[in-house]
């Protein structure tokens, strides 16, 4: 466990390890100091290589060997948590920096992240932005049409994605995917279970406690998800209908059929009751969600490898039948469980397969239920061995059927490991990922049987190797389970990464951005007064260029809602964009007074450069001398230009703070009575077709300006992320010029984080692109 924990340290960072995740459970209330990585990571490949080398010490060195390494690497973690000295650190400062492995770029680009994430996180879980508390209901009403004709009311509210991510309730937001945890550590007991029947774990202990650890912390969501169904029935019906939460709900029949399959030998009667309800009830829900796809059809987006989940189960009920696989009838009950659901996966996973990845909007992070390519073989192999290995006792053998789903198992999971290793499965930890732990014991029990049968010191190692990486995946995510309770990012309703739909997400975060860029802007004009010559003219660019993003973003934005959005909202409800359009009018009257004044102050004398205005004032000074007037009062009229700065900057201030309030309320009143219209009324391809309009219209040179506007203006980076998943899911024949777009007008360092997060960004000729089109 210490040398994964090491492993994951080294490759992925210390918070997705198991003691980085329960430390940071105790380090919450503690205020974060951000050091450098590249030392920590040196750190932890010295911590590769001790632990590497107590493991080689115990098999095949002398007693004390191992002991000792273990002891130098406990004395080098004690220095470093106790007295802050890091052993690891100083060796990188005295081997790795002097071979030139590292450069000042790169420690900057680190300091650059590391910052933006911190400031990121206390946007997200501290400040909470522009949350006005409690939402307001609204009701709404579509007004006949003819005289004979029904009004139509509905209601909707101004709901915001602060206030959902702030609304933390244990019985409201349980998931059916909160079973998972419990499902996880069954099916880890349940291997411990046949290690132990087998006699390779020689003690009962290990696979009691998982039992009951798994048991309680099922019998907690069951309470609580009893207890949501009776006070919030429509959520559940709400889960149940869900594009891809139905398909967890196949954990609690395969729960049920685990629980069975531990308590045989020690309860039979609960044991066998257990089974019948599990094997039924997820019968009846394959048959249930195979009659709802032929009924309804499914869309593309809803073909994704959990449809076989359900599969998974009945495969499972005819491997724990093995107890009681010689008696009367009950082998044909388990061909009967496993072999149609085998072959029913067969045929879907090649189709699930090539529409995952011939999507156009595939990225870098696969979803977790990718393991059922390896959980189904699997299974299916210790099906089949537990039915005809009866027929071949005492002596059963390996034949070809078992061989074949054995190493389809296998390779699938070679497949999904190097995946793993290229940082495919990157997603943040989230309830979901517990199911991984199921399709790993679904490949080790094949595993199982093949040292049983073969009973050699590599299939012997095998085993091991799965069960350790098992159990520490189990510990891993118990513990990041515990630290999402506690810092409350569970029984959470977390905004889905595209929002309602893209429109939705592209509406609210160029929202967004306006906000933080005024409030940036407005601070700069409240600076101006206080400073002189070159200072002032620098402030002055910066406002001008911030000002010019600004008024094209708002622009560009004011222009499709006008010529797109507000005609929609007109169909349905007239009137009701009358309001917005007086308030267009207003901040463009506000937004011509701005653009004056500033360039008013532009051409105001300073101390660096002079300007087109400084030149005609010199002209009119020279001109006046030329006519004859004293040069007295020729002075006077340069000094009355200076006179009039302070009240220019007055009237700048004024303007502006008057603009960006006017502007406020005004994305506030779209956010609550024009988005939740159009998220009332239009179904996610209608938005999806309105959005794709939106991003036509336009020229170039403004969304040249707008999407850097709008990226490096969001709050924290997941914002950004999400703003560019809205633009590839309605545009994604476009990603590479939008990429070409941000290369060239935000930081490097930020263009590295959106490409990694986005590949499809990387324009042509820079690292990272590959042909789309």
Same mark, same amino acid.
């Given at each position: 466990?210490?040398?994964?924990?090491?492993? $994951?340290?080294?490759?992925?960072?210390?918070?997705?390890?198991?003691?980085?995740?329960?430390?940071?459970?105790?380090?919450?209330?503690?205020?974060?100091?951000?050091?450098?990585?590249?030392?920590?990571?040196?750190?932890?490949?010295?911590?590769?290589?001790?632990?590497?080398?107590?493991?080689?010490?115990?098999?095949?060195?002398?007693?004390?060997?191992?002991?000792?390494?273990?002891?130098?690497?406990?004395?080098?973690?004690?220095?470093?948590?106790?007295?802050?000295?890091?052993?690891?650190?100083?060796?990188?400062?005295? $081997?790795?920096?002097?071979?030139?492995?590292?450069?000042?770029?790169?420690?900057?680009?680190?300091?650059?992240?590391?910052?933006?994430?911190?400031?990121?996180?206390?946007?997200?879980?501290?400040?909470?932005?522009?949350?006005?508390?409690?939402?307001?209901?609204?009701?709404?009403?579509?007004?006949?049409?003819?005289?004979?004709?029904?009004?139509?009311?509905?209601?909707?509210?101004?709901?915001?994605?602060?206030?959902?991510?702030?609304?933390?309730?244990?019985?409201?937001?349980?998931?059916?995917?909160?079973?998972?945890?419990?499902?996880?550590?069954?099916?880890?007991?349940?291997?411990?279970?046949?290690?132990?029947?087998?006699?390779?774990?020689?003690?009962?202990? !290990?696979?009691?406690?998982?039992?009951?650890?798994?048991?309680?912390?099922?019998?907690?969501?069951?309470?609580?998800?009893?207890?949501?169904?009776?006070?919030?029935?429509?959520?559940?019906? +709400?889960?149940?209908?869900?594009?891809?939460? =139905?398909?967890?709900?196949?954990?609690?029949?395969?729960?049920?059929?685990?629980?069975?399959?531990?308590?045989?030998?020690?309860?039979?009667?609960?044991?066998?009751?257990?089974?019948?309800?599990?094997?039924?009830?997820?019968?009846?829900?394959?048959?249930?969600?195979?009659?709802?796809?032929?009924?309804?059809?499914?869309? !593309?987006?809803?073909?994704?490898?959990?449809?076989?989940?359900?599969?998974?189960?009945?495969?499972?009920?005819?491997?724990?039948?093995?107890?009681?696989?010689?008696?009367?009838?009950?082998?044909?009950?388990?061909?009967?469980?496993?072999?149609?659901?085998?072959?029913?996966?067969?045929?879907?996973?090649?189709?699930?397969?090539?529409?995952?990845?011939?999507?156009?909007?595939?990225? !870098?992070?696969?979803?977790?239920?990718?393991?059922?390519?390896?959980?189904?073989?699997?299974?299916?192999?210790?099906?089949?061995?537990?039915?005809?290995?009866?027929?071949?006792? !005492?002596?059963?053998?390996?034949?070809?059927?078992?061989?074949?789903?054995?190493?389809?198992?296998?390779?699938?999971?070679?497949?999904?490991?190097?995946?793993?290793?290229?940082?495919?499965?990157?997603?943040?930890?989230?309830?979901?990922?517990?199911?991984?732990?199921?399709?790993?014991?679904?490949?080790?029990?094949?595993?199982?049987?093949?040292?049983? $049968?073969?009973?050699?010191?590599?299939?012997?190692?095998?085993?091991?190797?799965?069960?350790?990486?098992?159990?520490?995946?189990?510990?891993?995510?118990?513990?990041?389970?515990?630290?999402?309770?506690?810092?409350?990012?569970?029984?959470?309703?977390?905004?889905?990464?595209?929002?309602?739909?893209?429109?939705?997400?592209?509406?609210?975060?160029?929202?967004?951005?306006?906000?933080?860029?005024?409030? +940036?802007?407005?601070?700069?004009?409240?600076?101006?007064?206080?400073?002189?010559?070159?200072?002032?003219?620098?402030?002055?660019?910066?406002?001008?260029?911030?000002?010019?993003?600004?008024?094209?973003?708002?622009?560009?934005?004011?222009?499709?809602?006008?010529?797109?959005?507000?005609?929609?909202?007109?169909?349905?409800?007239?009137?009701?964009?009358?309001?917005?359009?007086?308030?267009?009018?207003?901040?463009?009257?506000?937004?011509?007074?701005?653009?004056?004044?500033?360039?008013?102050?532009?051409?105001?004398?300073?101390?660096?450069?002079?300007?087109?205005?400084?030149?005609?004032?010199?002209?009119?000074?020279? +001109?006046?001398?030329?006519?004859?007037?004293?040069?007295?009062?020729?002075?006077?009229?340069?000094?009355?230009?200076?006179?009039?700065?302070?009240?220019?900057?007055?009237?700048?201030?004024?303007?502006?703070?008057?603009?960006?309030?006017?502007?406020?309320?005004?994305?506030?009143?779209?956010?609550?009575? $024009?988005?939740?219209?159009?998220?009332?009324?239009?179904?996610?391809?209608?938005?999806?077709?309105?959005?794709?309009?939106?991003?036509?219209?336009?020229?170039?040179?403004?969304?040249?300006?707008?999407?850097?506007?709008?990226?490096?203006?969001?709050?924290?980076?997941?914002?950004?992320?999400?703003?560019?998943?809205?633009? =590839?899911?309605?545009?994604?024949?476009?990603?590479?010029?939008?990429?070409?777009?941000?290369?060239?007008?935000?930081?490097?360092?930020?263009?590295?984080?959106?490409?990694?997060?986005?590949?499809?960004?990387?324009? =042509?000729?820079?690292?990272?692109?590959?042909?789309?089109?």
């Amino acid at each position: 466990i210490m040398f994964a924990g090491f492993v $994951i340290r080294f490759v992925w960072g210390g918070q997705y390890s198991l003691f980085g995740a329960i430390g940071n459970i105790f380090a919450r209330r503690l205020e974060t100091n951000a050091i450098l990585g590249a030392p920590k990571q040196f750190a932890a490949f010295c911590g590769i290589m001790f632990t590497f080398g107590a493991m080689i010490a115990n098999f095949y060195g002398p007693f004390y060997s191992g002991p000792i390494i273990l002891f130098a690497l406990a004395g080098a973690a004690g220095l470093e948590g106790f007295v802050g000295f890091c052993v690891g650190c100083v060796f990188f400062e005295l $081997i790795v920096e002097p071979l030139g492995l590292t450069s000042d770029k790169t420690r900057i680009m680190g300091r650059d992240v590391v910052e933006d994430m911190r400031q990121g996180l206390e946007e997200q879980f501290a400040n909470k932005k522009w949350n006005e508390g409690e939402p307001k209901t609204y009701e709404g009403v579509i007004p006949a049409t003819t005289s004979v004709g029904r009004n139509i009311y509905f209601k909707y509210s101004d709901k915001t994605n602060h206030y959902r991510e702030d609304d933390v309730h244990f019985i409201r937001h349980c998931k059916l995917a909160y079973c998972l945890p419990g499902l996880g550590w069954a099916a880890v007991a349940a291997i411990f279970k046949e290690l132990f029947l087998k006699g390779i774990v020689p003690v009962q202990w !290990p696979w009691t406690t998982m039992t009951i650890v798994g048991f309680v912390l099922f019998c907690i969501w069951a309470i609580l998800y009893v207890a949501k169904l009776v006070f919030y029935p429509k959520r559940v019906l +709400k889960d149940v209908e869900g594009k891809h939460s =139905r398909y967890f709900s196949a954990g609690i029949p395969i729960s049920f059929i685990l629980f069975g399959f531990l308590a045989q030998r020690e309860q039979d009667d609960i044991a066998r009751a257990l089974f019948w309800l599990g094997s039924m009830s997820n019968i009846f829900l394959t048959l249930w969600l195979i009659t709802r796809k032929i009924i309804h059809p499914i869309s !593309p987006g809803e073909i994704t490898p959990a449809i076989t989940i359900p599969l998974l189960g009945n495969i499972l009920a005819g491997v724990t039948l093995q107890q009681w696989i010689d008696w009367d009838g009950i082998q044909d009950l388990a061909i009967f469980l496993w072999a149609p659901s085998t072959l029913l996966w067969g045929l879907l996973a090649p189709g699930i397969l090539l529409r995952t990845f011939d999507a156009p909007t595939m990225q !870098p992070g696969l979803r977790v239920t990718m393991m059922t390519y390896m959980a189904a073989p699997g299974l299916a192999a210790s099906a089949y061995f537990t039915t005809y290995s009866v027929t071949q006792s !005492p002596a059963p053998s390996l034949d070809i059927v078992f061989l074949s789903l054995f190493f389809l198992a296998v390779l699938a999971e070679l497949l999904i490991v190097m995946l793993f290793l290229a940082n495919y499965y990157k997603p943040k930890f989230n309830e979901n990922y517990w199911f991984s732990v199921f399709c790993v014991a679904s490949v080790t029990f094949p595993v199982i049987i093949f040292d049983r $049968i073969r009973e050699t010191e590599f299939t012997y190692v095998w085993v091991m190797v799965q069960v350790t990486v098992l159990t520490g995946l189990a510990l891993i995510f118990t513990a990041h389970t515990l630290q999402g309770v506690v810092n409350g990012k569970w029984f959470r309703q977390f905004p889905k990464n595209a929002g309602v739909g893209p429109m939705d997400a592209v509406s609210r975060l160029t929202h967004d951005a306006c906000r933080t860029a005024g409030a +940036k802007m407005v601070k700069l004009a409240q600076r101006l007064p206080n400073l002189n010559g070159e200072r002032r003219s620098r402030a002055i660019a910066d406002l001008t260029e911030l000002l010019d993003g600004y008024l094209t973003t708002l622009d560009l934005h004011s222009h499709y809602e006008d010529d797109l959005v507000f005609p929609i909202v007109d169909a349905y409800l007239p009137k009701r964009r009358k309001v917005a359009e007086m308030q267009h009018v207003q901040l463009h009257k506000l937004e011509v007074q701005m653009v004056t004044l500033l360039n008013l102050l532009k051409g105001r004398k300073g101390d660096v450069t002079q300007t087109t205005e400084q030149k005609e004032v010199s002209e009119e000074v020279a +001109k006046a001398v030329t006519e004859g007037q004293d040069g007295v009062v020729a002075m006077e009229l340069q000094e009355t230009k200076k006179t009039e700065e302070p009240k220019d900057m007055k009237a700048l201030l004024s303007v502006m703070q008057t603009f960006i309030k006017a502007n406020n309320d005004h994305m506030q009143h779209e956010e609550d009575h $024009i988005s939740p219209v159009l998220r009332k009324l239009l179904n996610a391809r209608q938005l999806r077709s309105v959005a794709r309009k939106c991003l036509k219209s336009g020229t170039p040179e403004k969304w040249r300006k707008m999407l850097p506007f709008v990226i490096t203006h969001q709050d924290y980076h997941p914002r950004r992320v999400r703003y560019l998943m809205s633009l =590839r899911v309605v545009y994604p024949e476009r990603m590479q010029l939008y990429g070409q777009y941000l290369y060239n007008g935000i930081s490097f360092t930020l263009f590295e984080r959106l490409r990694v997060d986005i590949p499809e960004l990387a324009p =042509r000729g820079t690292e990272g692109h590959w042909r789309l089109w």
